[in-house]
């Protein structure tokens, strides 16, 4: 039997659609020149948001996901500081990782937690607190867990061999209030949410629905499927002679675009491929006369003209075998 993944390319693109809105999350909070920049690490995304805050303040944000919700009616927030530690020496480990990312000038993480096309929680935490907030939310935990008021054994800050941090667990006020009332934590979903300024002269009336993130909107890595196609068969010297005809130009009498590369006209059977395909009823058109002459509105008149145009070379031109 094969081991299940840990994860699925739902997750993933889960991940990038919740990352993708932090950007218009934080300006709608007062943050300015924010800059987000993304990293792979094969199918792992990381983030840096490097933005200024509403007071002035130029930060540089690491940010870490809570856990995607699969249940409905699970509630909980929490999200990994650092996926494994070492020799068991969770403060040890987790501080080399903290102060190796504040010498690379990061100064906070964000912890969110995304619920469809909004977010839940939204935790922005002094860099240089995090591991002392961890620190906390572990001894709450454990004292609770003495105290036998959780019915469970494992600590919330000590997940597997995982540094977790919880943003919310209805179960532990006292986990919760750890990183919320702690000094410098910010909960940026108390925050004012700033309206879009506008020209004076601009309405400055603004769509009340959920906004929509149009870059998340198809897919990467898209299916090939294999199709049947029907041709009409055409002779590659009708082509080649009317090509020769046109010279880069396109023989549209309304029009003349010319451009010197090949691959830029198009041969347009004026009756169809089907019908005929002669010199005489076809025509070497730019992209957008060729579109034109099967689309437009005007496109029979269109076609008149230009069979009128082709006619005129039905004698003496011959082409060449």
Same mark, same amino acid.
């Given at each position: 039997?094969?081991?299940?993944?840990?994860?699925?390319?739902?997750?993933?693109?889960?991940?990038?659609?919740?990352?993708?809105?932090?950007?218009?999350?934080?300006?709608?909070?007062?943050?300015?020149?924010?800059?987000?920049?993304?990293?792979?690490?094969?199918?792992?995304?990381?983030?840096?948001?490097?933005?200024?805050?509403?007071?002035?303040?130029?930060?540089?944000?690491?940010?870490?996901?809570?856990?995607?919700?699969?249940?409905?009616?699970?509630?909980?927030?929490?999200?990994?500081?650092?996926?494994?530690?070492?020799?068991?020496?969770?403060?040890?480990?987790?501080?080399?990782?903290?102060?190796?990312?504040?010498?690379?000038?990061?100064?906070?993480?964000?912890?969110?937690?995304?619920?469809?096309?909004? /977010?839940?929680?939204?935790?922005?935490?002094?860099?240089? +607190? %995090?591991?002392? !907030?961890?620190? &906390? @939310?572990?001894?709450?935990?454990?004292?609770?867990?003495?105290?036998?008021?959780?019915?469970?054994?494992?600590?919330?800050?000590?997940?597997?061999?995982?540094?977790?941090?919880?943003?919310?667990?209805?179960?532990?006020?006292?986990?919760?209030?750890?990183?919320?009332?702690?000094?410098?934590?910010?909960?940026?979903?108390?925050?004012?949410?700033?309206?879009?300024? /506008?020209?004076?002269?601009?309405?400055?009336?603004?769509? +009340? %629905?959920?906004? !929509?993130?149009? &870059? @998340?909107?198809?897919?990467?890595?898209?299916?090939?499927?294999?199709?049947?196609?029907?041709?009409?068969?055409?002779?590659?010297?009708?082509?080649?002679?009317?090509?020769?005809?046109?010279?880069?130009?396109?023989?549209?009498?309304?029009?003349?675009?010319?451009?010197?590369?090949?691959?830029?006209?198009?041969?347009?059977?004026?009756?169809?491929?089907?019908?005929?395909?002669?010199?005489?009823?076809?025509?070497?058109?730019?992209?957008?006369?060729?579109?034109?002459?099967?689309?437009?509105?005007?496109?029979?008149?269109?076609?008149?003209?230009?069979?009128?145009?082709?006619?005129?070379?039905?004698?003496?031109?011959?082409?060449?075998?």
């Amino acid at each position: 039997m094969c081991p299940r993944a840990f994860r699925t390319p739902e997750s993933y693109n889960a991940e990038h659609i919740t990352r993708g809105m932090i950007e218009s999350f934080l300006i709608e909070r007062g943050f300015s020149n924010v800059k987000d920049e993304r990293k792979f690490h094969g199918k792992v995304e990381s983030q840096t948001i490097h933005a200024t805050t509403p007071d002035g303040e130029k930060v540089v944000i690491k940010v870490r996901l809570c856990w995607r919700r699969q249940n409905p009616n699970n509630t909980n927030s929490a999200a990994q500081i650092l996926p494994k530690i070492k020799n068991n020496d969770w403060e040890g480990t987790l501080n080399k990782k903290v102060n190796h990312e504040i010498s690379e000038g990061v100064t906070h993480t964000l912890f969110i937690q995304r619920e469809q096309d909004t /977010f839940s929680h939204a935790a922005l935490v002094p860099q240089k +607190d %995090l591991v002392s !907030i961890w620190c &906390s @939310q572990r001894d709450a935990s454990a004292a609770l867990i003495s105290a036998g008021k959780l019915g469970r054994k494992k600590n919330h800050a000590m997940n597997g061999s995982s540094p977790t941090l919880w943003l919310y667990d209805k179960k532990a006020p006292e986990v919760n209030n750890a990183l919320w009332e702690h000094h410098g934590v910010l909960d940026l979903l108390k925050t004012n949410v700033i309206p879009p300024k /506008f020209p004076a002269d601009q309405d400055d009336t603004y769509d +009340d %629905l959920p906004r !929509i993130d149009y &870059s @998340q909107l198809g897919s990467d890595d898209g299916l090939v499927r294999k199709c049947e196609k029907s041709f009409v068969k055409r002779d590659p010297r009708v082509r080649k002679a009317v090509m020769d005809r046109a010279k880069g130009k396109c023989e549209n009498p309304e029009c003349g675009n010319n451009r010197d590369y090949p691959g830029f006209l198009d041969v347009h059977h004026i009756l169809g491929v089907g019908k005929s395909d002669r010199v005489y009823n076809c025509v070497a058109l730019c992209p957008n006369c060729h579109r034109e002459a099967h689309v437009s509105p005007e496109q029979e008149q269109i076609n008149a003209k230009l069979l009128n145009f082709a006619k005129k070379y039905k004698f003496p031109t011959k082409v060449k075998g």
